[in-house]
């Protein structure tokens, strides 16, 4: 970046000055790729050994019963229990989340 501003101070001529954003702006599309090429790599999902799985006691889960939500740690209480699917109440909101993401507190 440093060298394109020194450019553009020694030089008055506006074609020049024209030339230099050209190459600014393609140097920061260059610059935004990778930094997105960076994000998308470490974002790869961690799976869960049998031993976490197991200590999550999913198998406990009814209606009426406390769970936390894996994702955001929050604390919610099961109004409804649909196959692998479960509606939630935190406070007012009623989410829907899948039982493998949640974790039995009592």
């Known amino acids: 970046m440093l060298e394109f501003i020194e450019e553009f101070k020694n030089s008055k001529n506006q074609k020049v000055n024209q030339d ?26 961690k799976k869960l050994s049998k031993k976490q799985v197991a200590s999550y006691q999913q198998e406990k889960i009814c209606l009426g019963s406390q769970v936390k939500i894996i994702a955001t740690k929050q604390i919610a209480i099961v109004e409804e229990l649909k196959g692998k699917q479960t509606t939630l109440s935190i406070g007012n909101t009623r989410i829907k989340v899948a039982l493998d993401k949640l974790i039995w507190v009592s």
């Open 20 to 45: 230099l954003g050209a190459k600014v702006m393609t140097y920061l599309k260059e610059q935004k790729t990778k930094k997105e090429v960076k994000t998308k790599s470490h974002k790869s999902k």
